[in-house]
C-alpha cells in the first residue's frame, strides 16, 4: 500500500524549533518529488516547501523561508522538516504529499505536449502547535 | 488572502447538481493544470481530479472537472450527503515555483 505517515509534532514555545519526519512506504520513494502542506486551524490549505527526488532542488514558501529547511534521506525513504525560529502562526497540521508530473500528449504523434503536475498521495498529518 | 478563488459556500439537495469555481491568472491556470481535492471532516485531502478533468482511479463520474482561460470548475450531480466536504483548487504556479491554493469551498447537503 502507498503509504506516507508523517510525525514528530507537538507544543512548541514561539522561538523553538521542530523537527518532522515523513516515513514514505509502498512505492518508490527516491524517485518522487515531495512537498510540504499545512493547514492551520480551521483554515485553508497552504503550500510551503518542495524537494526534488534527488534532494538537488528546493523551493520554500516566503511564510517560512529562511526558517524552515527540508531535507530527505533516500535510502531511508524519509523526509524532513527541520523548523526554527516557529512562530504562533505556524500551528498547523502539517502534511507531506508526493508530486506527480506527468506528460499530456497535444497532438497524436506527441511532438507537441505538455508537462500536468499533481499532488497524488497525501499522510495523514501531524500537528504543530507554537504556544507560550 | 489565497492566490486563487473560489465560493467560500455551497449547497444543495441530494441529487441535485452543483459546480465550484475557482479563478486564477495566467501564470498559474492559464499556464498549468487544475486539480481538485476533496477534504472530508478530520482527514486529508485526497486527490479528487487532475489535469482539468481527469479522475483518480476510485473517484466516481459523478465528479467532473472543467477549465476555460483563467478559471476552472468542479462539478458534481446527483448530490450525496456523502459528498459533504471541503473542497480546494490547486495548480502549480510556474513564476512562484510553488503550489498554489484556492481557499476551499464547503459543500452542505442539504
Known amino acids: 500500500e502507498v503509504q506516507l505517515v508523517e510525525s514528530g509534532g507537538g507544543l512548541v514555545q514561539p522561538g523553538g524549533s521542530l523537527r518532522l519526519s515523513c516515513a514514505a512506504s509502498?512505492?518508490?520513494?527516491?524517485?518522487?518529488?515531495i512537498n510540504w502542506v499545512r493547514q492551520a486551524p480551521g483554515k485553508g490549505l497552504e503550500w510551503i516547501s518542495y524537494?526534488?527526488?534527488?534532494?538537488?532542488?528546493?523551493y520554500y514558501a516566503d511564510s517560512v523561508k529562511g526558517r524552515f529547511t527540508v531535507s530527505r534521506d533516500n535510502p531511508k525513504n524519509s523526509l524532513y522538516l527541520q523548523m526554527n525560529s516557529l512562530r504562533v502562526e505556524d500551528t498547523a497540521v502539517y502534511y507531506c504529499?508526493?508530486?506527480?508530473?506527468?506528460?499530456?500528449?497535444?497532438?497524436?504523434?506527441?511532438?507537441?505536449?505538455?508537462?500536468?503536475?499533481?499532488?497524488?498521495?497525501w499522510g495523514k498529518g501531524t500537528t504543530v502547535t507554537v504556544s507560550s | 488572502q489565497s492566490v486563487l478563488t473560489q465560493p467560500p459556500s455551497a449547497s444543495g439537495t441530494p441529487g441535485q447538481r452543483v459546480t465550484i469555481s475557482c479563478s486564477g491568472s495566467?501564470?498559474?491556470?492559464?499556464?498549468?493544470?487544475v486539480n481538485w481535492y476533496q477534504q472530508l471532516p478530520g482527514t486529508a485531502p485526497k486527490l479528487l481530479m487532475y489535469s482539468d478533468t481527469q479522475r483518480p482511479s476510485g473517484v466516481p463520474d459523478r465528479f467532473s472537472g472543467s477549465k476555460s482561460g483563467t478559471s476552472a470548475s468542479l462539478a458534481i450531480s446527483g448530490l450525496q450527503s456523502e459528498d459533504e466536504a471541503d473542497y480546494y483548487c490547486?495548480?502549480?504556479?510556474?513564476?512562484?515555483?510553488?503550489?498554489?491554493f484556492g481557499g476551499g469551498t464547503k459543500l452542505t447537503v442539504l
Open positions: 495566467n501564470s498559474n491556470i492559464g499556464s498549468n493544470t
Open positions: 509502498g512505492f518508490t520513494f527516491s524517485t518522487y518529488d
Open positions: 504529499a508526493t508530486q506527480v508530473g506527468s506528460r499530456v500528449c497535444v497532438t497524436t504523434s506527441c511532438q507537441t505536449y505538455y508537462y500536468s503536475y499533481y499532488l497524488n498521495v
Open positions: 524537494i526534488s527526488s534527488s534532494g538537488a532542488t528546493r
Open positions: 490547486a495548480v502549480r504556479d510556474d513564476s512562484l515555483n510553488a503550489w498554489v
